[in-house]
């Protein structure tokens, strides 16, 4: 198969270290940082990350840090290329289908060198669009995408189809509002993250999909995936008026949809996936199990998320929990150890409402990140009696996106004792068969 098909680039300078003055040691370690979550948690996908800069020196520095913390990610998914971003392709043969480039909050154009450049190539069209698209003053920390014209070269020859251009923190006292380092620290961290969060989204914009691997890997896109997808953080957004697709818009076939064969044909499955249904109900493993025993309860009347719910739904969550408490008891009948909770995401994840009743162990290999873990033990699971109550008083259950999502990055806790140095997921998981193994 043609490798240059099939994996998507994303082409970036060093974010701040050319022009804010930001200490490039520091700034490898958060930008690399950066790219290892992200990578990690998007595993499936063939990314690659090309990180593009004159400078050997800067390229050195990154270098060092990506294979110190790099751990089983391959090679190509980040790379280090001495060169010019807008000439990937006809220098170095890399396609990159989004570039990122600085600017500041006036996002002007020519404020630094490939702005520069981009405004020679294009003329003022570009930034004519990106003014149209996001008419406000841009904020420190934030992505702007924007699509390069089809008829140009840098569509055309280079294979650029989006430039995404962030406002990236400054120190330099003679450029625009300065920062400490502290405050710069966070806001690169806060940068990265935006431009990741940006190329993750449109790279799965409909129109993208194609030239992913999506496709061929539907059954290994983990749950998970899907989720922190379709709630990748409004901070990194990108204004209404924006014509990109977002991926919540995805259509009945897609792959958010997994769970709408299960509630329209439960028949069709084994017994290894579907563990009960009824006429109004169905019942089944999750497919990347969190714990010894993570299973989903799914109305199997159409309902997308808890977001839908109302006060006349209170029967149906009522009879959730009650399928749930049964299969707790069976599963208690195999394994009296186990004790449960059964609850909900507060951001929606795969269409279709569903509980999770999950075994409180989770001990489990598809226990990967810290997003699993914090979606699971931290208040981004809310428990059935929880939402029960909520709907009693409210009528409805809306919740905080960006309050819950950040959520997902809380350091790593231990859900049942105050055990401090748990830094890393390797020592949660040891930490986790203690307590097992004590129980
Ligand atoms: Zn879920
Ligand atoms: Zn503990």
Known sequence: ?????????LGFPSISTNFGDFPIDIAAEIGCEAIKEFLKLHKEFDFKLILTEQDSKVLNVFELKWKEIKDDLEDFKFQTKKGNL???????????????VETTWRMKPGTNQLSKQIFDALGSKLHEELKRLYPKPGIVGEAYPVKVPKDSDLHKSEG???????????????????VSLEKAKELLKKTYDSILNAFWELTNGQEYR????????????????????????PSSKISPESSRRTPSK????GWNNV????????????????????????IIFDKYPKAKNHLLVIPRKQIDNIGELKKQNLELVRALKEKGQWVIEKMK?????????????????LRQLHMHVISQDFISPSLKNKKHWNSFTTEFFIDVEEIERILEKQGEVKFNKAYY?????????????????IKFIPDLKKHLEEHWNES
């Open 1 to 9: 198969m043609n490798e240059q098909k099939r994996v998507v680039g």
């Open 86 to 100: 807008l000439q990937l392709k006809s220098d170095l043969r890399i396609e990159c289908r989004f570039i990122v």
């Open 160 to 178: 650029i189809e989006q430039i995404i251009f962030v406002v990236s923190p400054n120190m330099n006292p003679s450029r625009p509002d300065p």
């Open 210 to 233: 194609s030239i992913t691997t999506i496709k061929d890997n539907v059954q290994e896109v983990s749950a998970f995936d899907i989720l922190m997808k379709s709630a990748s953080k």
């Open 250 to 253: 995805v259509g009945s076939g």
């Open 259 to 282: 769970l709408l064969p299960y509630c329209q044909k439960p028949e069709m499955f084994p017994k290894s996936e579907v563990y009960y249904y009824d006429n109004e109900f169905v």
């Open 333 to 349: 009948q195999e394994n009296p150890k186990l004790f449960f909770r059964m609850g909900f995401h507060a951001v929606p994840s």
């Open 405 to 421: 999502e950040d959520l997902l990055k809380s350091p790593l806790k231990c859900h049942l004792c105050d055990a401090k140095s």
